[in-house]
C-alpha cells in the first residue's frame, strides 16, 4: 500500500484507468475482479487526496480597484455552482 501512496497523480491515474477498462470489458474472473476494484478504490481515494492537497494550494489573483489581490481559491462557491 505505500507503493501506491508513493505515485504520483498520474501514475495512479493512468492505473485507475486500466483497472476500470479491464473491469468494463468483462473477461476478469470474479476474484481477480474484486481485488481489481479495491485496488481501484484505493487509487481513486488516492487521486482525490492529492486533488485536494493541490486545490488548498491554489490561489486566484483577483483585479479590483486598488490593483491585483491574492484571495483563497473559491472551493465552496464552485461546488454550489456560484
Known amino acids: 500500500m505505500s507503493k501506491k501512496q508513493e505515485q504520483?497523480?498520474?501514475q495512479a491515474l493512468e492505473r485507475l484507468e486500466t483497472?476500470?477498462?479491464q473491469l468494463e470489458n468483462g473477461d476478469v474472473p470474479l476474484?481477480?475482479?474484486?481485488e481489481?476494484?479495491?485496488?481501484?478504490m484505493?487509487?481513486?481515494?488516492?487521486?482525490?487526496?492529492k486533488l485536494k492537497q493541490v486545490e488548498a494550494?491554489?490561489?486566484?489573483l483577483?483585479?479590483?480597484?486598488?490593483g491585483t489581490e491574492i484571495?483563497?481559491?473559491?472551493?465552496?462557491q464552485l461546488e454550489k455552482g456560484e
Open 31 to 34: 476474484e481477480q475482479a474484486i
Open 8 to 10: 504520483s497523480f498520474e
Open 57 to 60: 494550494k491554489i490561489e486566484m
Open 71 to 76: 484571495k483563497p481559491f473559491p472551493t465552496a
Open 42 to 49: 484505493q487509487l481513486s481515494n488516492l487521486c482525490n487526496g
Open 19 to 21: 483497472i476500470v477498462a
Open 62 to 66: 483577483i483585479e479590483t480597484d486598488n
Open 36 to 40: 481489481l476494484y479495491q485496488e481501484g
